[in-house]
């Protein structure tokens, strides 16, 4: 997730304008910042690593000439962190400027065949590939206007994009064009903008247009022009005013960061499909090659771990250990060695406990491989692997997006891992492969469908003083972290434990109308787990199931549920499953009046041990 602008104004400078629009759209990515602008035919470009403030008091982001301008905030996905990835990026003749939001899937081959044709890089991203082919298109039809140049080259894109571009030779116009990524226009009294998110331009204009995928926008002193680039159809629309305040905007409409990054789940876990091949092949390479491997986190991300751990072993026959980082050193600190592998995840690839497992392990010559959401945190320049999980930015201290970006990249892991080593039959591995792919879908269902019900079971459940999770195989990781999430943000005591456990102790502390909060996934754990509603229900707790829409031996014995879509396959389960639990530890939050996204005594990246 990246912050795009650009303006195209009547009168005044663009770039200080610009500056500014893109602090506003800072959250969206602050590992480097860039801006072009174009006055008199040429393009001045700047640009820079690091949070925009940085930026600007080293290279001054303001004295760029020019009334028309792109910029954009960085959230690395492809290429580290640094001045060179930063944006804009340009064509070999320093014509073509372009910023973009997104992921181009295809941009390794097209970058070859780009290289084949005698053109250059001085990056390691995948959008440098888009200046490059507007460049190409262009030597091949010189006569065409540059939109229809841009709008040609799109054609050969795939993945998800807004992007912006302007050219030295057509110095009046910038084309935007989006699919699958955000993309909106600010209709203003002294000129148009383009954004990622409307907080953008929200002090300069309350009229908004929403360009939809497979659009492309042109911008000039007229006004602004929209094209469905595969028809060339003409498109009228008017833009409509927006009545948000600008801390309203920031969230798109929602009253808190965690409910946003809630419903972000379906995006963010298509983008976790767009993962470079390549590097999730290398990863299962070095899991299949080795020993022993630890897996290595803490809290949620120390939950995706444990749910990775019975992924690897019941689809690819491959034990793991997942550890709690903060125990790695004293338990394994003196056993691990060369014939060790480290995966280690964490959303910020920064906190302390988990760079300090690593750490120890590497002076101990393991190999270090590693998940994080942060590309150029420690853990990636630490790790000899590691694969971004392309969540974006989280806000939310109490992590959401990241859990399930996590749980997707673990879960392709898994699934290459059982096609090399061929312990799963191809059949069984296409249909995983499809459900896996409809997962963004099923998210979308549940969130749209449960939000409200899980508001009432809130409500409902609000008073009581404890509440049980429970869950069975690969459901015990779901009910942690459903426990987890409720801890943090809705200070209520909780219990947590594998399902069978509970009678070995924690059973004592049912009592009457004790809320048991069972995570139902229907597989070979399901007649047990049935057992164990029946004795807690027999001890008088009320049962509270999440559990599959056509379930009905579970919803018949429940007294409240939240469901989720029918036949998920119990190794894809932990993504669906935790859905409602979000939903029901947020509405818990609310229900005590708690602010969910700044939980008390808790930071977003814990980096003291
Ligand atoms: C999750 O909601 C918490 N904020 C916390 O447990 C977090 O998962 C943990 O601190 C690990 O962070 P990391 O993924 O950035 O390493």
């Known amino acids: 997730m990246c912050g795009i602008f650009g303006c195209f104004l009547k009168n005044e400078n663009a770039a200080p304008l610009i500056h500014s629009a893109l602090k506003r759209l800072e959250y969206r990515g602050y590992d480097s910042v860039g801006i072009a602008t174009i006055s008199n ?47 804009p990026h340009s064509d070999c003749t320093g014509k073509i400027t372009v910023v973009h939001n997104g992921i181009i899937e295809n941009f390794n081959d097209l ?19 888009i200046p490059h082919l507007i460049e190409e298109t262009l030597k091949n039809k010189p006569d065409l206007p540059f939109e229809e140049v841009v709008q040609e080259t799109l054609k050969r894109l795939e993945g998800s994009y807004a992007i912006a571009t302007i050219f030295s030779q057509e110095p009046n116009k910038i084309v ?35 360009i939809d995928n497979g659009e492309l926008v042109i911008l000039t002193a007229d006004g602004y022009k929209i094209k469905n680039i595969q028809t060339n159809q003409t498109i009228e629309r008017l833009p409509e005013t927006v009545d948000w305040t600008s801390d309203m905007a920031v969230k798109d409409g929602y009253p808190h960061f965690m409910i946003k990054e809630i419903h972000e789940q379906p995006e963010t876990l298509r983008n976790t499909f767009r993962l470079q091949e390549h590097y999730l092949d290398l990863m299962s390479t070095f899991l299949d090659r080795a020993t022993e491997i630890f897996l290595v986190a803490c809290g949620t991300s120390y939950h995706a771990c444990l749910a990775a751990s019975y992924m690897f072993s019941k689809l690819a026959f491959l034990p793991t250990y997942p550890v709690y980082a903060s125990e790695f050193i004293e338990q394994y600190g003196k056993s691990v060695n060369i014939d060790s592998t480290i995966l280690a995840v964490s959303q910020s690839g920064e906190t302390a406990d988990t760079i300090a497992a690593v750490a120890t392990a590497q002076q101990r010559a393991a190999t270090i491989l590693s998940l994080t959401n942060t590309i150029g945190s420690t853990l990636t320049r630490i790790s000899r692997v590691y694969i971004g999980t392309q969540a974006g930015p989280e806000i939310s201290v109490a992590a959401t997006k990241t859990f399930t970006s996590q749980l997707s990249v673990l879960a392709q892991l898994a699934l290459r891992l059982a096609k090399k080593r061929g312990k799963v039959s191809q059949s069984e591995i296409d249909i995983l492969d499809a459900q896996l792919e409809k997962l963004p879908d099923i998210v979308d269902t549940i969130v749209k469908t449960q939000q409200e019900k899980a508001k009432q079971i809130a409500h409902k459940y609000a008073n009581s003083k404890l509440l049980f999770f429970l869950g069975k195989g690969i459901s015990t990781a779901t009910a942690f972290e459903g426990r987890l999430k409720l801890l943090e943000v809705a200070y209520i005591p909780s219990v947590v434990f594998p399902a069978g456990e509970s009678k070995h102790g924690p059973i004592s502390l049912i009592e009457q109308d004790l809320p048991v909060i069972f995570v139902c996934q229907k597989d ?16 008088g707790a009320k049962i509270i199931a999440i559990t599959e829409e056509d379930d009905h031996e579970i919803k018949n014995l429940a007294d409240d549920y939240l469901e989720v879509p029918k036949n998920i396959p119990s190794i894809l389960s932990p993504i669906p499953f935790v859905i409602p639990l979000q939903l029901l530890a947020y509405h818990m939050a609310l ?12 930071a977003k990246s814990v980096t003291v041990r």
């Open 591 to 602: 229900e005590f009046n708690h602010n969910p996204d700044t939980p008390r005594n808790l």
């Open 524 to 539: 070979d754990t399901h007649k047990t787990v049935i057992s164990n509603i029946m004795e807690m229900k027999a001890r």
């Open 111 to 129: 970058k070859i065949e780009l290289q084949n044709l005698g053109h250059t890089f001085t990056s390691k991203t995948d959008t440098e590939v």
């Open 176 to 210: 935007c064009a989006r699919n699958e990524s955000p993309l909106v226009l600010g209709i203003g009294d002294n000129g148009i903008y383009f954004a990622s998110d409307i907080p953008a331009f929200l002090p300069l204009t309350t009229r908004a247009l929403h």
């Open 41 to 87: 035919g040429t393009i001045f470009l700047k640009k820079g690593q690091g949070k925009i403030d940085e930026v600007h008091k080293n290279i001054n982001l303001n004295d760029l000439p020019g009334n028309i301008g792109i910029g954009h905030t960085r959230w690395a996905t492809h290429g580290a962190p640094l001045q060179v990835n930063s944006h």
